[in-house]
Nanobody, 124 residues
């Protein structure tokens, strides 16, 4: 059973950098064929895929964030991290980490594994 747990600050000020960590248990983030994604959902909106890091370390991002997102990993801790620069109130959302066999995740598929999410609010 794969478990994912998001952690990070619940409140971030505008223009700062948001950093979130996803801790994974039950599977290695280097397992062949797995993609590890960050996804968010704002109130009243659909799930928005932010980006992913693949088992071999390649990264993929949504163009809609204009290069503000960066995903990295620490294989010794079996964790991967999201950094989102220059946040604004529009970045307020529930942030999820997920494991999938696809790089892009826009819905919760039965074979995917998701964390419970962590609420991030951007406000001064």
């Amino acid at each position: 059973q794969v478990q994912l747990q998001e952690s990070g600050p619940g409140l971030v000020k505008p223009s700062q950098t948001l950093s979130l960590t996803c801790s994974v248990s039950g599977d290695s983030i280097t397992s062949n064929g797995d993609y590890w994604s960050w996804v968010r959902q704002s109130p009243g909106k659909r799930l928005e895929w932010i980006g992913a890091i693949a088992w071999m370390g390649s990264t993929y991002y949504t163009p809609s964030l204009h290069g503000r997102a960066k995903i990295s990993r620490d294989t010794s801790k079996n964790q991967f991290t999201l950094q989102l620069d220059s946040v604004t109130p529009d970045d307020t959302a529930m942030y999820y980490c997920a494991r999938s066999k696809a790089a892009v995740v826009v819905t919760k598929r039965p074979d995917d594994d998701w964390g419970r999410g962590t609420q991030v609010t951007v406000s001064s």
